[in-house]
């Protein structure tokens, strides 16, 4: 059991490192948090500097343009652009981690030259088209209809939960093209011009305010046959295959975002005045940063553990679902803790008797979508008592 | 970096939950009232469980905290009683031939003096700011108190001496550190143990013509008893890792999460299944109180998940 990085893991830190000291000052200043073409226009230069560095994809094969570092490998790069401040993945999160690993486990040949080197080098950003109004939990229930027309599919339906999808040029969209097969069975996998005539985006508005998130209605959309990635009718095993491509890093920017919270709530609680003292003087409000600062250095050390262990078998374990509940509700925990603290000062979100909650109040309202985002946190539970602890499924309720 | 279980780790594993299972089993525990038995003590001894991080050539296996630490997750897992991790730490210490050793941090005056396991102790051991003391334990003025743990027996102290120093402040120190990510290993153990517990009664037990495993209301705290139970596990280790690797930073704070997260989830995991198992919970008879009780004895051994936690806070800020 070795916990510390080895010798050319910490060599691989320091030319990170090296790398970041030279690149970071080359990005232009950050556009504001609701400035989306300037937002594009920063993640995708930021990514064009990473693909320039070939450290775009680290993880993918030489041959797409990746360096095929292993698992600790990629946690030790992403380690060093957390500590450096380096921008996270942004607009390039589908095209990075999620459509383009799909496209090169299942795609063509034509489909992986065509895609794979314009998302690496950040000329396309990708949005996701899975979740529907009417199909959330029940992903596999998705109504999205494509029909065949000839060498084309006419898409009609709506998608919601679409990241990014008002900057995007691609999605990867899931469609039911067999209504009458049970519903693993009639789903296909297409990528998505979103230029296309008969897509339309709308930006959703969340608790904190403008957001990545988009619905996206389809109206005769017409898709050409070869966009489809894998058969017709597979969509659903082709979108499962994305999870193999987990290697335990998923969290680490949450767990590190987390650990900074920790540091800038206690900054808040030593200048939020209570009585004659401060925050800080409440045991009880100590005692809630030190045990989220506890379960942080428990979820980096799962993390360790994970990743580890796709180091060695080259597939995740069962500690990806316990990562991802407890990711959710340790950031909730502290973000309460932060609530507590600005007391009063909470009220605003400007500054109030020298006191800033922006960022805390922030934090809190986005903490609510992580035990809620990319699977809730009562499907994780079913996953762990069926998946891991064996329990018995529940019963089945139907209509009629 | 490659944070899994060794050969070598994966074989001690076995081993001691076979040892645990078949020469030690609570039911043997339950019947001695947790006095510790000198035969089970001598399977203890020789599993190395208390040695192992001894030099080879004084007798021990020259192995790590984190071989310990995984030892030391059955032995909670187990339930096993007895002073098993003050008798581990003070392995290096010149305590003659005593084998069953106990201790105790100091209390300042005042604060409850309780000792668990005295009337069972070769040796005594005192840890403070200034060093660590042995006493005899045979000479020690106490009297024996109801335990709240049937497993843990507990005598109030009278008065301790100063005792005879067997090291200095840097071993106080030391041995504080690895008693504490002992403990967190047990407390581990004892979250994993009860929480493996419930989960087979959850299959086993019927009502509405289905195992109650099959309701969410119940599977849902059966996943979070498990997930309370890895992160406990996890962090164990790591704070066993941060003692045997000088290259990881923030050993104070590792060894100190790793108490809060597993005594919490011991805690925890403890009220769930005692909750879970429904009127059977309640019974003496069924094993959940044993591991309540027993995550209460060990949150209160080297400082008490609200210590720690106030301690972290410090160290963030």
């Not at chain 2, 020690?140 to 497993?151: G, I, K, M, S, T």
Request: hydrophobic letters at 45%; proline letters at 4%; one cysteine or more.
């Amino acid at each position: 059991m070795q916990l510390a990085y080895s010798e050319s893991e910490r060599h691989l830190a320091r030319e990170v490192r090296a790398w970041l000291t030279d690149a970071l000052p080359r990005l232009g200043p950050r556009p504001d948090r609701d400035d989306w073409a300037g937002r594009r226009r920063f993640d995708t230069a930021w990514q064009a500097l990473l693909f320039e560095a070939g450290y775009a994809g680290i993880h993918w094969p030489r041959a797409y343009g990746g360096r095929e570092a292993s698992p600790t490998e990629q946690l030790v790069f992403l380690e060093e652009l957390d500590r450096a401040g380096a921008p996270d993945v942004g607009v390039n999160f589908v095209g990075t981690l999620h459509a383009g690993p799909t496209i090169l486990a299942e795609g063509t040949e034509e489909q992986r030259s065509r895609h794979l080197p314009a998302i690496l080098r950040g000329e396309h950003v990708w949005c996701q088209g899975f979740s529907e109004p009417e199909a959330g939990s029940d992903l596999a229930s998705l109504r999205t209809r494509a029909v065949r027309d000839g060498d084309e599919y006419v898409v009609n339906g709506q998608k919601v939960w679409s990241t990014y999808a008002h900057v995007a040029d691609y999605q990867e969209l899931l469609v039911r093209t067999d209504p009458d097969a049970s519903k693993h069975k009639g789903i296909t996998w297409l990528i998505v011009p979103m230029g296309t005539p008969g897509i339309t985006v709308r930006p959703i508005r969340t608790i904190a305010g403008p957001s990545e998130f988009c619905e996206v209605f389809y109206d005769d959309v017409r898709v050409p046959v070869a966009n489809r990635v894998g058969l017709e009718n597979d969509g659903w095993r082709v979108a499962m295959v994305t999870f193999a491509f987990e290697r335990g890093t998923g969290f680490v920017g949450e767990i590190t975002e987390g650990m900074r919270l920790c540091r800038q709530i206690t900054e808040a609680a030593k200048r939020v005045r209570v009585g004659t003292g401060t925050a800080w003087d409440d045991v009880e409000l100590r005692r809630g940063i030190g045990r989220a600062a506890a379960s942080f250095d428990a979820l980096w050390s799962l993390t360790a553990w994970n990743v580890s262990e796709a180091a060695r078998s080259g597939v995740p374990g069962a500690g990806a679902s316990v990562l991802k509940l407890r990711v959710g509700e340790a950031f909730q925990e502290l973000a309460d803790v932060g609530l507590r603290v600005l007391g009063r000062a909470g009220l605003a979100i400007d500054e109030v008797a020298g006191v800033r909650g922006a960022r805390i109040l922030e934090e809190y309202l986005r903490g609510f979508g992580l035990t809620i985002g990319g699977g809730t946190s009562q499907i994780q539970r079913n996953i762990i008592a069926e998946r891991v602890l064996g329990l018995p499924k529940e019963p089945v309720w139907t209509s009629s | 970096m490659d944070f899994q279980l060794t050969a070598l780790q994966e074989e001690l594993r076995e081993t001691t939950r076979k040892l645990c299972r078949g020469r030690l089993p609570i039911a043997a525990a339950r019947a001695a009232g947790g006095r510790v038995e000198r035969a089970a003590w001598a399977e203890l001894e020789g599993a190395g469980v208390f040695s192992l991080r001894l030099a080879e050539d004084h007798g021990g296996l020259g192995l790590a905290m984190t071989d310990a630490a995984v030892v030391f997750d059955e032995l909670g897992r187990g339930l096993v009683p007895g002073p098993l991790v003050w008798t581990h730490i003070a392995a290096g210490l010149d305590l003659g031939d005593a084998t069953v050793v106990g201790g105790l941090e100091r209390p300042v005056p005042g604060a409850p003096a309780v000792v668990e396991h005295l009337g069972d102790l070769d040796a005594l051991i005192v840890i403070d700011a200034e060093g660590v003391w042995a006493l005899d334990p045979h000479a020690v003025v106490a009297r024996p108190l109801q335990p709240f743990d049937p497993l843990t027996p507990v005598w109030e102290v009278d008065s301790l001496g100063r005792g005879d120093a067997v090291g200095g402040p840097e071993d106080g120190a030391r041995l504080r550190a690895e008693g504490t990510a002992l403990t967190a290993a047990l407390l581990a153990g004892v979250a994993s143990g009860v929480c493996d517990l419930t989960v087979a009664y959850a299959k086993d037990r019927r009502q509405f013509g289905r195992p109650i495993g099959s309701f969410q209301a119940v599977k849902h705290a059966l996943a979070d008893m498990l997930v309370r139970a890895e992160m406990a596990r996890v962090q164990a280790y790591a704070a066993a890792a941060h003692l045997d690797e000088p290259e990881l930073a923030d050993v104070e704070r590792a060894v100190a999460a790793a108490k809060i997260v597993a005594g919490d989830a011991a805690y925890q995991n403890g009220k769930a299944a005692v909750q879970l198992h429904g009127g059977m919970g309640m019974t003496w008879e069924v094993d959940a109180h044993l591991y309540l009780k027993r995550a209460h004895v060990l949150d209160a051994g080297f400082g008490s998940a609200d210590a720690h936690a106030e301690a972290i806070a410090a160290l963030v800020g």
